[in-house]
């Protein structure tokens, strides 16, 4: 984040996907989209890890660099502030099931700085954020639609 200041920063946000033992199919198609949103200027990835939950339950975390990371990862390893902490990587790793592996991405909505800028600027502060789940969009709209006979 060197040329960034903190004043300029857009909101920050996470997601953690797990792939249960078995599960994974790994085709390059999720490094290509994170690339591209880069590459766009939507979002800059500020972190990325890897973690693998063993069966008895010990968890190792990889940084992307440290494994077999695709074209798309390597190209914005360079811009990683790997601000992930040991304990927070203790906490992901509780919500994961035994064999499972799992990414987590950190990254700034670049799109929204413009905003949050000058949000701060005109004194304001963020004091609540969060996400719906689409699995919660989608039971709304079949319960809408329920509802209207539809």
Not at 62 to 89: F, H, Q, Y
């Amino acid at each position: 984040m060197t040329d960034t200041t903190i004043d300029e920063l857009g909101p920050v946000d996470y997601l953690v996907v797990e792939f249960p033992t078995g599960a994974s199919h790994f085709t390059g198609d999720m490094a290509s989209e994170l690339g591209a949103l880069v590459d766009a200027g939507t979002i800059r990835v500020l972190d990325v890890l890897i973690l693998q939950k063993a069966a008895d339950g010990s968890v190792e975390a990889m940084e992307v660099n440290d494994g077999d990371a695709v074209d798309e990862i390597r190209k914005i390893e360079t811009e990683l502030a790997e601000i992930l902490s040991v304990e927070d990587v203790a906490n992901l790793a509780v919500a994961m099931e035994p064999g499972s592996t799992a990414g987590v991405l950190i990254w700034e909505n670049r799109w929204a700085a413009p905003f949050a800028s000058a949000a701060r600027r005109s004194g304001g502060q963020l004091v609540a954020s969060g996400r719906i789940p689409i699995q919660a969009l989608i039971a709304s709209l079949e319960a809408d639609e329920a509802r209207s006979g539809g």
